[in-house]
């Protein structure tokens, strides 16, 4: 990947080319700030800088051997650390286990998020959390104890380590403590703060801003061709993150029928028509499950926004133009009195969907809550 393909962060990239051109690359650097700012891309671009064969002033040729394949991810002093799943028949897996996964992610769009990676890696049924091994440490000494094949360095990408468990951690601090030569780590971390203190203090920070809406929204146009309104608007509500500007994207449809069921349930609640909000339960308890838990955190996203509407700064509501103008008229119900009350009964129906609950019930429930809830913001 090159710079230039790189969504925005010009300053980043200036500053990472002056570090390879005046000598001056740590052999751990750890590239920090919010999730969705393009870490990772920048991560692959700097470690196909570093062993381009004919680099310009600015970035990578693209056209010498090793990009050739850095641009596949297959180059062979490129490697990858990245949380992965156990399963019953991977009861000790490392990152290689999922490479072929990883290069076709990454390839296809290397701006998403870890729980869309491992979406990717489990099984149909499983809901086993992503995490970086003991195994993966063995893995690690054995790969930096091999000579540099045909690079100048030999780039580690470690993809969340905050991900890493405490024996994992604790080996990958004396590798830190002793370097390979010519070795060069680069950690990708959304959560520094969840990293043991002993490895943060041995790497070289690079904050990452966040996205301006007009990077996130020119990269939508021209990525999936979609018009400058819906680009700008799925810009506004992404605030800064381009996963979630992706995420608006691939979700257009679903984000609808989320913003239409939205509407019902609001207005059924309000006038407490409960007939109608039974239906309302009855279709909405038909969608599969995940659909249903993201409908409810798209709902406290709503109230979230809809509370801040009332304060009148425009520029901290994250609204499509089609949202905001309806807002308009509902945020004066979402107040001091309820707002709280109904993202935990909102928040409270969804950990309870997870667990398997009975869908039909649990949204009836919160349907009445809410009826009471609307209620008490109008009296407010």
Known sequence: MLFKQVVGQQDIKNRLVRMVQENRVSHTLLFTGPEGNGKLAMAIAFAQYLNCLNPSEGDACGECSSCKKYNKLVHPDLHFVFPVIKTTSEK?????????????LVNENPYFSLTTWLNQIRKEGENKQGAIFTAESSEIIRKLSLKTFEGKYKAMIVWMPEKMNEATANKLLKILEEPTPNTVFIL?????????STILSRTQQLKIPAFSDSEIANYLIEKYEISEAEAQGAA?????????????????????????????????????????????????????????????????????????????????????????????????????????????????????????????????DLALKLIISIKTGVEG
Not at 93 to 103: A, H
Not at 188 to 196: A, G, L, Q
Not at 297 to 303: E, V
Request: aromatic share 14%; net charge negative; proline share 4%.
């Open 236 to 364: 506004k509500v992404a605030n800064g993150s381009l996963i979630d500007g992706v995420e608006q994207v691939h979700m257009s449809e679903d984000n609808q029928f989320f913003f239409e069921s939205f509407v019902q349930m609001m207005r059924y609640s309000y006038a407490r028509k409960v007939k109608e909000m039974l239906n309302w339960v009855e279709e909405m308890s038909r969608q599969p499950r995940e659909k249903q838990r993201n409908f409810l955190n798209y709902a406290i996203k709503m109230i979230r926004e809809n509370y801040i509407m009332n304060f009148k700064q425009p520029d901290i509501v994250y609204l499509t133009p089609e949202q905001y103008d309806w807002s308009k008229k509902f945020s004066p119900f979402i107040n001091d009195k309820n707002a709280l009350m109904i993202s935990e009964d909102f928040a409270l129906a969804d950990s309870h969907i997870g667990q398997n609950g009975n869908s039909k019930v649990i949204l009836f």
């Open 92 to 104: 000790n897996p490392v990152s290689d286990t999922y490479i072929s996964e990883w290069r076709t």
């Open 188 to 196: 990708v971390s959304n959560h520094p703060d969840e990293m043991i």
